[in-house]
Each structure stands twice: as C-alpha cells, then as structure tokens.
C-alpha cells in the first residue's frame, strides 16, 4: 500500500514517536511517506526508504493575519502537492490541528484519513473556535484512533462511534533488542523519564523521596524543560541533590531502564504514558499516580505496579519504600509487568492500525 503519515514535526515526543515505529515497521513491505508541517530533523531514527517531505521551512517567530493566511495557503499547496506525487491511498494524521488540515485536503485529493488523537482533551482545553471546528471535521473523518477507553469515551460524544478506535501506542522495537537478558538489578536507581513541564509533576517525587530514610538509592530524571532548574532549587533546598541525577534527553534509554530497580511516575494528566510502558516493558517495578488516562489502562495495583493518587506524596513515598525494602515484590511485579507488555509490541500494534486501514479504504473503493 501507499501509505503517508502527516505531523507538525518529527522532534522528540510520543506522536513523533509512534509515526517514526509505524513508518519503519511498514517500510519494508509498503511505500510510506512522511510529510511534516515544519521542516525537521528526525530525532528518532527513519528508515531510508521512506520518503520525508516538508511544507515550510521554519515555524513562524511571529504571528499576524496575513502571515498565518499565507502559512496556510502554502501549507495547503505543498500537502495537495506531495499527497498526488506519492499517489497516497490513505493518509494517517496525528495530533489536533494538523487532523483538521489534513482531512480537508484529503477530502479535496479523494483520499481516505485516519485521525490519530493523542492529547487529554478533557484537561487540555481547546479554544472554543478550535473546539467547534475540531468536533465538526471528526465527524468527516474515515476513523479516529485514540489509545485509551478514557479517550474513547470523550470522541463518542463528538462523532459515531463506530469510527473511533483504542490502539495504544507500540512499544518501539529499538527497545526491545536492547532490553536486558536478565531481571538481576544492577543498580539501586529510581528512574523518572519524561519533559520538566507543568502537569509532570517531578517535584512530588523530589519531595517524596525526600522523606525516605537516607541510603544508598539514587534518584535519575530523564528529560528537560521549562521546569527543571526550579526542581533543581527544590532538591537543594529539601537536602536530597546529592543523591539525585538531572541527566536530560537520552535517545539511549534502554540502558537506564536496564539499570534502574524502579520507576516512579507522577503526572497530573496523560494522553498515553510511553515512558511508563517502557518501563514496564523493561520489566522496571513501577508505581505510577492514577491519572486520567493511562496508568490504570496498564497498572493492575498490586499486581504489576502501583497505582497512588495524584499528588500525594505520602502515600508515593511509603510505596516507594515497600519497593526499596522488598527485593522479592520488586521480582514479583517485574514479572508481571514483562507478561503484561507483550500485547504493546509493534507487530500486534502494527496490525491493529492496518486492520484500520484496510477497513476505510475498502470502503472507498
């Protein structure tokens, strides 16, 4: 098949992400295409047979009327342009806005679109404009996938409801050829992944795990963002930073998932947590904060990980010392998080998206 991806851009994240796995698996048996908004460099690797395509060069600095009209008449013009050079037969979009142009184009080409919606909505307030014209194009849309029941039961109250589809997002397949053979820890580190920005909540963990008793575990955080040099103040001013690694962005993440005997995950809101599904795919004994949505989509508390409610650090905390004092439960629940995860590999994930695929194009034909 002729398949062509759209998205803003392809810099680190969890939908450039997912397009990069989908794209790469696909390559070798379909010809694929990539077409970003925004010209990019791929952050995460992309397979040489796919064909990458932009429509701007940069993203505009400043906004006027004029200029976003512009923006949009060229972005209109490049998308039509490349869509009918790859003689596309479907079109999978990713985020929001970028669903919204897309459709109308593809509508405009004759060519079927898939919608793919990453964000909590629920949370994540729109614009009251962006909002009508978003629940107005879904309808128009061939399908929507959407990666939890919480977003599925969002959609439906917007478009049919035979239209919307849950595939969680794949585990990428760089992951699991560097997973470790063996579930013998190597270091006594709790792992936190993910971008210093509002709604991660890492100073719940930073306070957390300033109330354990002192010892010899440390504390590694993954990421980068507007919050970070704030959080490094709070670990200085709660006497804990020497214990506790800011590391930023790692595209080697599987070595820190391969040493860490546990990680810890503290968001407020999610769309789909993929550093917790790494985790646990790595067999890392988890505890997350049940938010909206996700975390209780694959944590089974007790089970495979623990589930705490948002933002309290006492309850964090205490199961975070059940962990570091219980070898044994930590075996337990990396077990269980390695049988859990088998479902979240890219083969399975794969065909789920092309079950999708095939169902809106044969009904286009």
């Keep these: 098949m002729k398949i062509t991806f759209i998205i803003f851009g392809l810099n680190t994240g969890g939908a450039e992400r997912a397009v990069t796995g989908l794209a790469n698996y696909w390559a070798a048996d379909h010809k694929v295409s990539v077409i970003t908004l ?3 460099t791929p952050f995460y690797p992309l397979d040489t047979r796919i064909n990458l395509y ?15 009209l512009k923006d949009v008449g060229k972005r209109t013009k ?8 790859e003689q596309t037969e479907v079109v999978i979009s990713f985020m929001t806005k970028t669903n919204i142009n897309t459709l109308w184009i593809a509508k405009w080409v004759g060519i079927p679109c898939i919608g ?16 009508y014209l978003r629940n107005f194009s879904y309808k128009h849309l061939n399908a929507l996938v959407v990666q939890t029941q919480g977003n599925h039961n969002y959609y439906d109250k917007i478009m049919p409801k035979h239209k919307i589809n849950i595939i969680p997002n794949a585990v990428a397949p760089v992951l699991k050829e560097n997973r470790k053979d063996t579930l013998i820890e190597t ?8 971008a210093f920005r509002n709604g991660k909540a890492q100073d719940v963990l930073i306070r957390a795990f300033a109330q354990l008793p002192t010892s010899n575990w440390r504390l590694v955080f993954l990421g980068h963002g507007p919050n970070l040099e704030k959080f490094k103040v709070l670990a200085q001013q709660l006497g804990v930073a020497d214990r506790i690694s800011f590391e930023g962005a790692q595209k080697d993440v599987a070595s820190y998932y391969n ?3 546990m990680f810890v995950f503290t968001s407020e809101h999610e769309g789909f947590p993929n550093a917790l599904l790494e985790a646990l795919y790595f067999g890392v004994p988890s505890i997350s904060t049940n938010c909206p949505h996700g975390p209780s989509d694959m ?7 623990y589930l705490v409610p948002v933002g309290d650090v006492e309850t964090l905390a205490m199961k975070m010392q059940v962990l570091m004092e219980q070898p044994e439960l930590r075996e337990k629940f990396s077990q269980a998080a390695l049988a859990s995860t088998k479902k979240y590999e890219m083969a399975p994930i794969a065909e789920q998206w092309m079950q999708v695929i095939t169902s809106v194009t044969s009904q286009t034909k």
């Design 38 to 40: 925004v010209k990019s």
């Design 78 to 85: 490049m998308l039509t342009h490349w869509l009918k050079k």
């Design 259 to 261: 040493k860490a005997a």
């Design 299 to 305: 944590i089974t508390d007790g089970e495979n990980g």
């Design 187 to 194: 270091e006594k580190i709790i792992l936190n992944v993910g």
């Design 54 to 68: 932009h429509c701007l060069d940069a993203p505009k600095s400043e906004t006027t009327v004029i200029q976003s």
């Design 116 to 131: 793919s919606e990453r964000a909590n909505h629920e949370i994540n307030k729109l614009p009251k404009f962006h909002e």
